[in-house]
């Protein structure tokens, strides 16, 4: 995605922000970088944008997550015993629809984490076009994951459920991976424009709204329900536990990072919820 004229990064170790920006290009700038949906360019770019639009990724996960579903349900209705099948073309979907960003910034992330190198030197790595065995293992086992959770959720009944609340309990992770405690690892790229600016107020609201809205859907099992609640909480668990090794190890966050959480936090989510069925 191709940036317009953007605002300087300020220091966000306070949670101060400056105060420019509008809500439209924020949804622009979360559709934009979240997935290949057709957008719009944002006519500014700055930290205000960049928090909001972080604030915004749940609902990007309701629309992939919301695709999916569709597509499990057609899937199941030509094909009703072929739940396999469906599992697979949903996440495929979700893969597409994100255009393999996200899995994209696992990898990278794995194989900075796995070369066992200093700050610089991971940081480099992140940045090579090239994967490593890392990073494959990692693919492949978040996508073997997807698939086998999302099945066991579709044998028992409420796939397209699941799929629509993981999808967004795994974008819940933008907010709180971009609280203002985080801070960039580098001086630039998408990271400098949203680390530290979701205040933990926001994120918690966030929170509260996705987690009601994966209870409606599950409503009235009380496993289903527990599932649900564990799912979205996974997601919430995963975040800080991310963030906390990104800091450690790079000393803030990326875009690489950001992306790995959210397909680290895609298969918790789901196995939590074939777990409660």
Known sequence: MTL????????????????????LDAVRLAFGTLTVLPAGVPSRVDRVVGGRAMVLAPVVGVVIGGVAAGVIALAQLVKPDADLLAAVLGVLV???????????????????????????TMLRIMKQSDIGPFGVVAIVGVLLLDVAALTACIQFGYGWQAILIA???????????????VPA?????????????VRPLTATIATTVVLAAALALTW????????????????VATSFATTRRARTALGGTTGDVLGATIELALPLTLLALALAA
Do not use: Y
Not at 6 to 18: H, K, N, R, V
Not at 95 to 106: F, V, Y
């Open 4 to 23: 317009p004229p953007q605002d300087p990064p300020s220091d966000a170790a306070d949670g101060a922000l400056p105060v420019s920006g509008g809500w």
């Open 94 to 120: 979700i893969a597409a629809l994100s255009g393999g960003l996200h899995l994209d910034g696992l990898a990278d992330f794995a194989d900075a984490l796995g070369s066992r190198r200093d700050r610089e």
């Open 167 to 181: 999808t967004t309990a795994s974008r819940l992770t933008l907010p709180w991976s971009c609280r203002t405690s």
């Open 185 to 197: 690892a580098r001086p630039d790229g998408l990271g400098t424009f949203v680390a530290g600016t």
């Open 220 to 235: 009235p099992s009380p496993s289903r329900l527990a599932g649900s609640a564990a799912a979205v909480l996974l997601a």
